[in-house]
T-cell receptor, first 116, second 113 residues
Framework: DTGVSQNPRHKITKRGQNVTFRCDPISEHNRLYWYRQTLGQGPEFLTYFQNEAQLEKSRLLSDRFSAERPKGSFSTLEIQRTEQGDSAMYLC??????????????FGEGSRLTVL | KQEVTQIPAALSVPEGENLVLNCSFTDSAIYNLQWFRQDPGKGLTSLLLIQSSQREQTSGRLNASLDKSSGRSTLYIAASQPGDSATYLCAVPFKAAGNKLTFGGGTRVLVKP
């Protein structure tokens, strides 16, 4: 399978626990994005990487959220001290940016977080 | 503020009818526009990407148009089938907002057999 892969697909946790999601992008893609989607809404941007550099973080992203892409390949999104409001689908996407325009984004199947 | 709007939020049509889905955006300075399909509980599947220099893009029964000056895109799905039932999302990378996509809220489509 050469698409974007996300794990785990579903995570149920208790409030206050930490959770980590992993994303493996399409292998030749240099950009990786994280989005969050709640029921009935469009995805909201969280952060993105070009290779291993984190180039932008949304102001919506609290200090409890951290993302890494240590070798410019897979990425992890960690949420510390989870709250019920963190319950959402976390989507990862990747693209290849060559020179100027933003390339087509390809999304994974998402990781659904339920905080009890 | 750069925003993307999709109206209506939901649409129901009988099988065989053509679908017309609308997307509007507030700033014409965009890199491209992308249409996605999302099935319940699933990720997003890219349908079409229209570059800012293009007026339309076609793939099979799907045709998307782009009018940057009026801030609009339309996705046409010909001869709809029950399998087309899903949520359709449009997304735009505004030049002023960097390289991230801003999404509309989606249009939930039901094609009745």
């Amino acid at each position: 399978d050469t698409g974007v892969s996300q794990n785990p697909r579903h995570k149920i946790t208790k409030r206050g626990q930490n959770v980590t999601f992993r994303c493996d992008p399409i292998s030749e893609h240099n950009r990786l994005y994280w989005y969050r989607q709640t029921l009935g809404q469009g995805p909201e941007f969280l952060t993105y990487f070009q290779n291993e550099a984190q180039l932008e973080k949304s102001r919506l992203l609290s200090d409890r959220f951290s993302a890494e892409r240590p070798k410019g390949s897979f990425s992890t999104l960690e949420i510390q001290r989870t709250e019920q409001g963190d319950s959402a689908m976390y989507l990862c996407a990747s693209s290849f940016r060559s020179t100027s325009t933003t390339g087509e984004l390809f999304f994974g199947e998402g990781s659904r977080l339920t905080v009890l | 503020k750069q925003e993307v709007t999709q109206i209506p939020a939901a649409l129901s049509v009988p099988e065989g009818e053509n679908l017309v889905l609308n997307c509007s955006f507030t700033d014409s300075a965009i890199y491209n526009l992308q249409w996605f399909r999302q099935d319940p509980g699933k990720g997003l599947t890219s349908l079409l990407l229209i570059q800012s220099s293009q007026r339309e893009q076609t793939s099979g029964r799907l045709n998307a148009s782009l009018d940057k000056s009026s801030g609009r895109s339309t996705l046409y799905i010909a001869a709809s089938q029950p399998g087309d039932s899903a949520t359709y999302l449009c997304a735009v990378p505004f030049k002023a907002a960097g390289n991230k996509l801003t999404f509309g809220g989606g249009t939930r489509v039901l094609v009745k057999p």
